[in-house]
């Protein structure tokens, strides 16, 4: 619509997004450019939050795709 470049990318992986933001056109700076870094939500949405509407194999697998976790190593 404003022609604004943008690019979706894989907000989990650390590499991927490094990669994206190091694009001439986004590293120039020049015109406005949209990074969209789809990941998944690990915490609740509020501290009492007992994400019960999630599946335990779900968030063990996401759990485990965790860059922060994944930096520990």
Not at 34 to 60: I, S
């Amino acid at each position: 619509m404003f022609d604004i470049p943008s690019f979706t990318v894989d907000g989990m992986d650390l590499c991927a997004v490094q990669a994206a933001s190091l694009r001439e056109v986004v590293r120039t700076g020049v015109d406005p450019t949209f990074l969209l870094c789809n990941t998944y939500r690990l915490g609740g949405h509020h501290t009492g939050d007992k994400q019960e509407y999630k599946d335990v194999g779900e968030a063990f697998t996401w759990r485990a795709k965790d860059p922060i976790v994944q930096l520990r190593i």
